[in-house]
């Protein structure tokens, strides 16, 4: 199983930008669909973005299109999410986590995966 830990939160202004990290160990990422997903309290959990296993596909929830952005190293040990023109709607705690039976119909549901990180808060002040 592989282990994730997220970095990069922090409390910033609305319209500033974060990047977040999301650092594997135990083996590369290869074959493993990996997204992000966030919860603000008294939320559900919500998908922000994915990673399709092949790596070759990503996709957005409909609240962060246009604004954030997924991408990975080389050797496909970190993911990382960009966030551009962020908004206080976007304060919650923010999860990495990673499955390699995730079909790309599944990749928004939070129970497709097997492993996730411990999260790190972005707070947006307005």
């Known amino acids: 199983q592989v282990q994730l830990q997220e970095s990069g939160g922090g409390l910033v202004q609305a319209g500033d930008s974060l990047r977040l990290s999301c650092a594997a160990s135990g083996r590369p990422l290869n074959g493993y669909a990996v997204a992000w997903f966030r919860q603000a309290p008294g939320k559900e959990r919500e998908f922000v973005a994915a990673?399709?296993?092949?790596?070759?596909?990503?996709y957005y929830g409909d609240s962060v299109k246009g604004r954030f952005t997924i991408s990975r190293d080389n050797g496909k040990l970190t993911v990382f999410l960009q966030m551009n023109s962020l908004k206080p709607d976007d304060t919650a705690k923010y999860y990495c986590?990673?499955?390699?039976?995730?079909?790309?119909?599944?990749?928004?549901?939070?129970?497709?995966?097997?492993?996730w990180g411990q999260g790190t808060q972005v707070t947006v002040s307005s």
């Open positions: 986590t990673a499955g390699n039976r995730v079909i790309t119909s599944n990749l928004g549901n939070p129970v497709a995966y097997d492993s």
């Open positions: 990673f399709s296993r092949t790596g070759s596909s990503t």
